[in-house]
């Protein structure tokens, strides 16, 4: 081949490449498809360079399958375009349907960047435009009438859309973590924006409401964290859970005075919110409506506000607030963590509440609902307050010194928590309940005596209050409640009344200087882990009139060298005494013994002596764990029947037991395992038939072993 024959040859392969790459980059093809299913026939072989794409006409199954398998279209405009049914399946086993944008239908198109939807469809379906990673710009034609949920999955790049004339309803999820989305223009056709329809669009910082919308669901616009205004359109009359929770770049809102209901959470987290109005229309703001809202510095309650709920404006930016006449009630911890909350006034015409000195209190001044954070260090409660409120001074970290009178009743739940700064404190003499949590992280708190007038002890009332050394229960309180004193680390002395039942799950776990430890003889249940880890007990003795001992009672008491066990212990848990293992003595007054785990794990039962009741050496001898002691020595107790008091006598023969008592008298028989096996109130003489056997025979508050042989 000549050199001039070979340059000609190169010249027209040139021309013609050059031609190839100037089709498929030239402006949009647009074709009219007369026929529903001659897409492919209409471009001719050339399907794969077609890149934007505008048809009219009627379009099937075949075609969308068509542009499906365009590798590199981009823009595709369909607004003229009716859908038909017939043709080939698009997608699996989907066929199009009439004015239908069916699912699945424009699946995945990772190179389409604008779509422009029929305007004679109507439907579209679920999943119907999911998976395009790349589309910005989407159109949606004048006749559809809904957006369901999930129809535009994964199409999280869209950055402009175009809502059509007809829709009235935007669905669950509709537009979900678009996070592309800078602004959308809702038509005035839409009446109902439902749950999450906008959640996560982070990037969405303009929304436009149409005059039609009337309702907004749940969390609608939950996380848009780029939204900055908004003006409620006058038909939305209520706010539901969540609407613009953590909308943290929101600072402007707007209301009509339409609205009557601000519900939980619409506004949390809004970090940005400097003030808020909120319109005479309004009669109940929401639980955690605020929360959260760290700069919202101004407020004004409208005068039809009827309920404020728990946590409405709870950790905001306020230094003053005023309660209207209209409000009648305000729920627990409302303006809690309000760091430079110092004033809540109350206007004088309202009937539920009042304002003394800037703190807020319910009519009548008997009890006191919240204490402002920056109200000062010392405060003296009025003597007219019974009860004070839950959260009523939580968090009030400078706070070193309060007065409570003796009126004072109940301490609610949370009511000091975290009060870190609060040191000495007396317990009124007529309190009669602390509530959960109530002096809770009070870390340098200290007081030594709970008042005789105290019933009950919530869980957790002094949980971390390092300063308290010396503890002494009333002689009315009946129980301890889990985590009381847990974490006490400076408590040294307890000394537990005579009308306490029971020691809660953890009440003195971690009490690390605890002791010296008197638990009083009413007690009848010490809870699971209730003294696990104060390693500096040396003794305790467990009264008669303890029945349970939950697992882990004494775990890791490291200190531990004397136990004692009353006779009446029935339930043993599991490692009560685990790691115990410089105990030396175990004093068990039980004539049976009882079914045990090896409670003992870590103690040296070589050198650790089991004392056990004259008499029952056979039955700990052959009981298991409980044999594993090497010394196991009787010792004499205290008679377990005075005739001279009650002159039963109890007699064994080889079918049974023989009572004779001289007076009504209850009795319980246990067998060596510990199972209770009778259990009645005897007032003759009776005949009790026993297998052949040892048993524990209590006769009122005296016990005896009898062999049944």
């Not at 678009?178 to 669009?201: M, W």
């Not at 940005?272 to 409506?289: F, H, K, M, Y």
């Not at 760091?339 to 539920?352: A, E, H, Q, R």
């Not at 839950?390 to 706070?399: D, I, R, V, Y």
Request: net charge neutral; with cysteine; charged share 15%.
């Amino acid at each position: 081949m000549n050199n001039r024959l070979r340059f000609g040859f190169l010249a027209l392969s040139f021309l013609l490449i050059s031609n190839v790459i100037v089709y498929s980059q030239s402006s949009p093809i647009t074709l009219n498809v007369a026929t529903a299913g001659t897409l492919s026939s209409l471009l001719n072989g050339k399907d794969d360079l077609v890149k934007d794409l505008i048809l009219t006409g009627n379009i099937n199954g075949s075609d969308i399958l068509t542009i499906k398998n365009m590798a590199l279209i981009s823009t595709l405009d369909l607004a003229n375009v009716n859908i038909v049914s017939g043709g080939n399946a698009y997608y699996s086993t989907h066929y199009t349907k009439n004015n239908t944008i069916s699912t699945s239908m424009f699946l995945s198109l990772t190179n389409l960047t604008s779509l422009t939807l029929p305007n004679s469809a109507l439907t579209i379906e679920n999943g119907a435009i999911a998976g395009c990673s790349k589309l910005t710009s989407l159109i949606i034609g004048n006749g559809v009438t809904t957006i369901n949920s999930g129809c535009f999955s994964g199409c999280a790049s869209v950055t402009s859309v175009k809502l059509g004339e007809s829709i009235t309803s935007l669905e669950v999820w509709a537009f979900l973590g678009f996070t592309g989305l800078k602004n959308i223009v809702i038509p005035n056709s839409v009446k109902t924006i439902e749950s999450q329809a906008f959640r996560d669009c982070k990037n969405l910082a303009s929304v436009t409401f149409g005059s039609g919308v009337t309702s907004i669901g749940s969390y609608a616009f939950w996380g848009c964290s780029s939204l900055k205004s908004i003006i409620i359109p006058n038909n939305v009359k209520e706010f539901v859970y969540g609407i613009f929770r953590d909308c943290t770049s929101l600072s402007s809102i707007v209301f009509e005075d339409s609205i009557n209901t601000i519900g939980a959470e619409t506004f949390m987290n809004c970090s940005n919110l400097r003030s808020i109005e909120i319109p005479n229309s309004v009669t109940l703001i929401g639980q955690d409506a605020f929360n959260g809202c760290t700069s919202l510095s101004t407020v004004k309650i409208g005068n039809s506000v009827k309920l404020i709920h728990s946590g409405a404006f709870k950790n905001t930016g306020l230094s003053t607030v005023t309660i209207p006449s209209s409000v009648e009630s305000i729920g627990a911890d409302v303006f809690s963590s309000c760091p430079w909350l110092y004033k809540i006034d109350v206007d004088s015409n309202n009937n539920y509440y009042c304002s003394i000195d800037g703190v807020l209190f319910n009519k009548d001044k008997t009890s006191l609902i919240f204490f402002p954070k920056q109200k000062g260090s010392t405060y003296e409660i009025p003597n007219s307050t019974i009860s004070i409120s839950k959260n009523a001074f939580n968090g009030c970290t400078g706070l070193n010194s309060v007065s409570l009178p003796n009126s004072i009743r109940i301490i609610g739940d949370y009511a000091f928590y975290g009060c870190s700064a609060l040191t000495i404190l007396e317990l009124p003499q007529g309190l009669i309940n602390i509530g959960v949590s109530a002096f809770g992280e009070c870390s340098y708190l200290s007081f030594n005596t709970i008042p005789n007038s105290v019933l009950s002890i919530g869980n957790n009332a002094f949980f971390n209050c390092f300063g308290i050394t010396t503890l002494s229960t009333g002689d009315n309180l009946k129980s301890i409640d889990e985590k009381a004193f847990s974490n006490c680390t400076g408590l040294v002395s307890v000394t537990i009344g005579s009308s306490l039942t029971a020691i809660g799950d953890s009440a003195f776990a971690n009490c690390r200087l605890l002791s010296t430890l008197t638990i009083g003889n009413s007690v009848k249940t010490i809870g699971n882990n209730a003294f696990r880890g104060c390693s500096k007990l040396s003794t305790i003795s467990i009264p008669d009139s303890v029945t349970s001992i939950g697992n882990n009672a004494f775990f890791n008491c490291l200190g531990l060298t004397n136990v004692t066990i009353g006779e009446d212990v029935v339930t043993i848990g599991g490692d009560i005494f685990y790691n115990c293992k410089y105990i030396s003595q175990i004093h068990c007054k039980m004539m049976i013994a009882p079914l045990i785990t090896d409670i003992f794990y870590g103690v040296n039962k070589k050198t650790c002596k089991l004392y056990v009741p004259t008499g029952s050496f056979s039955t700990y001898w052959i009981a298991s764990y409980w044999g594993d002691f090497t010394s196991i020595i009787e010792e004499a107790g205290t008679p377990v029947i005075n005739p001279n008091q009650n002159q039963t006598l109890i007699f064994s023969n080889r079918s049974g037991i023989e009572i004779k008592p001289e007076m009504s008298t209850s009795v319980i028989i246990y067998s060596i395992s510990g199972q209770k096996v009778f259990d009645r109130i005897i007032q003759e003489e009776s005949h009790i038939p026993l297998d052949f056997g040892i048993y524990l025979v209590k006769i009122g508050g005296h016990s005896l072993k009898v062999i049944v042989k």
